[in-house]
């Protein structure tokens, strides 16, 4: 989970780390790339037929423009390259979250180069908008964010009869329980 690699990079390293749950995209990630910022990015992948989909993180370490590739040294895959296609793809399956490791004497760098997204509130509200833009845009929308789960349809209008859906749910992921009130979601 992001929030427990955040917290390793903050508790067992000298350098610092932001994760922000939306916002991302791939000019963002070269623009950090060619900064010296390492990025993380969850992401789908096909491993093999018979292990089939699974989540996954992945550093992207360099990027290509001419061959439309990012590199990634993958922890089970061994160095790869995806194409720029690939990876948004892959990445949207987790709604582009995504972690920058700093040192904190460059921080201002990354803040600078997040503008907008540094704002805790404006990330988590943009991630929530950006989902719900895909949900109903997207072909197969629906089915890219809740892939496998038999009734997550039935739950996802369920949510918006009763007030809405938890930003939690959308992107599995946001964290933030300190604003987020469960709701009592009946008949799911």
């Known amino acids: 989970m992001p929030y ?39 992401r789908g992948a096909w491993t093999t037929p018979r292990e089939g989909w699974m989540g996954h993180y992945g550093i992207i370490a360099g990027y290509d423009d001419e061959k439309q590739e990012v590199t990634i ?18 990445w949207a399956q987790f709604d582009d979250i995504y972690m920058v490791i700093f040192p904190y004497e460059r921080e201002q760098e990354v803040h600078a180069i997040l503008g907008q ?25 629906r089915d890219l964010f809740l892939p496998g789960i038999a009734g997550g349809v039935r739950l996802w209008s369920k949510c918006k ?3 809405g859906v938890p930003p939690n749910l959308t992107t599995g992921l946001l964290k933030s329980t300190k604003n987020f009130q469960r709701r009592n979601v009946p008949g799911v």
């Open 4 to 42: 427990e690699m955040l917290s390793y990079v903050h508790l067992e390293t000298e350098l610092g780390a932001i994760v922000r749950y939306g916002g991302g995209n791939l000019e963002l990630v070269k623009e950090l790339v060619a900064n010296g910022f390492p990025v993380v990015i969850e």
């Open 73 to 90: 040294p993958d922890s089970y895959l061994g160095w790869i390259q995806m194409s720029y296609e690939d990876i948004e793809m892959y």
């Open 117 to 141: 997204q540094m704002d805790d509130a404006y990330n988590k509200q943009y991630a929530l908008d950006q989902v719900t833009a895909r949900l109903y845009t997207t072909k197969g929308g």
């Open 161 to 163: 009869t009763f007030g």
